[in-house]
Structure formats: C-alpha cells, structure tokens
C-alpha cells in the first residue's frame, strides 16, 4: 500500500492550503484515515482523523481552522487548512489504517511539507 500526499507549499499567516493524500494498492477497507503533523526538534502529533464513518477527531490547536473529509470511492483523504499561522508550520504526514482481508495495518505516507511565513 502506497500513500501519496500532496498539497503543501508556503503561504502566508492567516492564509489556507488544502492537502489531499490517495492510498494505492491492495486495499480492502480502510478505517481510519488521518493527518499528522511533525515540526522540527517536536513530536508528530495527530493533527486530524476520520472513521470511515465519517466521524472526525481534531487537534485543539486546529479545531476550527482545519477540515477532514474523505472520498471513499478513491481511498483519498482532505485537509483543509485555513487561518494558518507560523506554528502550523510541518510536515505533514497521512496514515491510514487498512485491511486487507486478514490484517489491518497502519500505513503512512512519505509527507508534505507545510510553512506558513511572510
């Protein structure tokens, strides 16, 4: 299973990005998918998560800022990033949790990276 994320770039303080990262391969389901983010000298951290129910989990640092959505149909998942600041600055990494018919494993993307500067 591959995970190609891709979205990221430089904006500006208070501007938005939007990420979007596809899972490849053998793939029965997938559960989770989700958003990490890692900045340097910091631990990754969960920024975003959501079921493949739809229910969501978020960072409090990114509660009403960010948005996780998923497409089912293409194993892809969002995120959108709004009101960003320099503490978003990261790299941003995406996981998924999937099953393929015997095991569920969690796979992670390479990263992209974000830096929100003026």
């Known amino acids: 299973v591959q995970l190609q994320a891709s979205g990221g770039g430089l904006v500006q303080p208070g501007g938005s990005l939007r990420l979007s990262c596809a899972a490849s391969?053998?793939?029965?389901?997938?559960?989770?998918m989700g958003w990490y983010r890692q900045a340097l000298g910091k631990q990754r951290e969960l920024v975003a998560s959501?079921?493949?129910?739809?229910?969501?989990n978020y960072a409090d640092s990114v509660k009403g800022r960010f948005t996780i959505s998923r497409d089912k149909t293409k194993n892809t998942v969002y995120l959108q990033m709004s009101s960003l600041n320099p503490e978003d600055t990261a790299v941003y990494l995406c996981?998924?949790?999937?099953?393929?018919?015997?095991?569920?494993?969690?796979?992670w993307g390479r990263g992209t990276l974000v830096t929100v500067s003026s």
């Open positions: 959501i079921t493949s129910g739809g229910v969501t």
């Open positions: 391969g053998t793939i029965f389901s997938i559960n989770v």
């Open positions: 996981a998924a949790d999937v099953f393929d018919r015997v095991v569920i494993t969690k796979h």
